[in-house]
Structures are given as C-alpha cells and as structure tokens.
C-alpha cells in the first residue's frame, strides 16, 4: 500500500506537464481529459499529442502512440498469470491499467494477493490523479493568452528527455547506437516526410535489439539476484 500510495501521486502530478503539453498542442481541456482517461499510457499521450502540435496527420499520431503502448501487451500477457483473474469486467477494467508503474509494483509482490492489492492500489490512485491533473494543467493552460511566449511546446521533448535518459543511463553501448541512429533516421527525415511519419521510421533502429545479446554496462556490481536492475524501474520518473 504504502509503495502504490507514493508511486501513484508522485507519478501521477506528471499528468500537469501532459495536460499544459496537450492544449498547447491544440487540444480543449475536456479533449486532454478523456485522452488521459481514454489512453491513460503517459508516452504514448505525448506522441500523440507530439505529431498534431507538428502539424501531422491523427493517423500518423496513433500510429506512434500504439508503437509505444504495445509494450503493455507484453506485460499484459505476464500479468494475466499472476493477477489470476480469469475474463469478465474485473479482467477488461484491469487490462486498461496495465502500464509500466502497475506491473512494476504487482511483480515485486511475493503472492497473489499481494499482487492484486498492489495492482488495484497503484491503478486507482495514479488513474485518478493522472486525470485531475491533467485538468489542472489544461484549464492553467488556457488561461495563458499567449503559450508560446512561456515556451510550453517545449513541454512535450522534455518529457521524452526525461523518459529515455534512465533507458541511456542503464544500457549499453548497443543502447546507445540504437538511440543514436533513431535520433539520426529522425533528424534526416524530418525535412522531407510528414510531421509523425520520421519517428515512425525513427523505430526501424530498434530492429539492431535483435541481433546477438546486448553487452554488459559498466557501473555498480549487480548481485546474482538481479536486484540492481530494479534501478531502471525506479528511475524512469515520468509515466511511460
């Protein structure tokens, strides 16, 4: 309880940046409320929310967003195991709250009911403070007469920024190149293709995961039970 009580409101004040980052991308308030409760994937909101402020497509922009959230059908895949709820409305409302802080928390459990209390806790408290704050943040927002002067298209890069620093910070060297030729596939596109289309092709670089094991990063002696890899857990910071 106690980790699903602070994960969930410190995590949860992140939806202030989304919701700033939304209507100066051109959404209403009431638009950024329903894409927290609709989507409630931090990333994938920011993508979206990324390519029409750029002036792309919708389509371009969900395209993006579904890249990002797939990973959550993976984690679905090994929740489904361990929450044990077995079809129905429990399972359907608990699919949507399977993101990278709710599987965080269940895995760490050592029991089924731990897990589940776990899972609920961080579910509700982070759903509903995503969502309010989302509307502070809007309804702050389009109070400003003029948001370019304040810089809040900034916003949404630095959310990113503060999403991939951990993943840089934790990998290798095949991390690096595989952020390095994203970024670069995007830059190089961008001048020529639609606004949304250069990071889809952006993604192509993480195909380099596939290719043989990743080398070990340099840094803090990990023992044989792996608990040091719970760093990248806790760092990421920013829902994504």
Do not use: C, K
């Amino acid at each position: 309880m106690r980790d699903s009580l602070g994960i969930g409101v410190a995590v949860g004040a992140a939806g202030l940046a989304f919701g700033t980052a939304a209507v100066a991308a051109g959404l209403s308030p009431a638009q950024a409320v329903f894409t927290s409760a609709f989507m409630f994937t931090g990333a994938s909101q920011f993508a979206l929310i990324g390519v029409v402020a750029g002036g792309g497509s919708l389509v371009a922009g969900a395209l993006g967003a579904l890249l990002l959230g797939a990973r959550n059908t993976l984690y679905g895949l090994r929740l489904a195991d361990v929450l044990g709820w077995r079809g129905g409305l429990r399972r359907a409302v608990a699919a949507h709250g399977v993101i990278d802080e709710t599987t965080a928390v269940a895995l760490a459990q050592p029991d089924r009911p731990s897990a589940r209390l776990a899972f609920t806790t961080t579910y509700a408290v982070l759903g509903s403070s995503w969502v309010l704050t989302t509307l502070v943040g809007a309804r702050a927002t389009e109070r400003v007469s003029d948001i370019g002067a304040l810089g809040l298209d900034s916003v949404g890069p630095a959310i990113f920024l503060a999403l991939l620093w951990p993943r840089l910070r934790e990998g290798g060297a095949r991390t690096w190149l595989i952020a390095g030729l994203g970024a670069g596939l995007a830059l190089a596109a961008t001048p020529l293709l639609p606004p949304g289309v250069p990071v889809l092709l952006a993604a192509s670089a993480a195909l380099i995961a596939l290719v043989g094991p990743e080398m070990p990063v340099r840094g803090p002696a990990r023992d044989a039970s792996g608990d040091g890899a719970s760093a990248g857990a806790d760092g990421e910071g920013v829902r994504s």
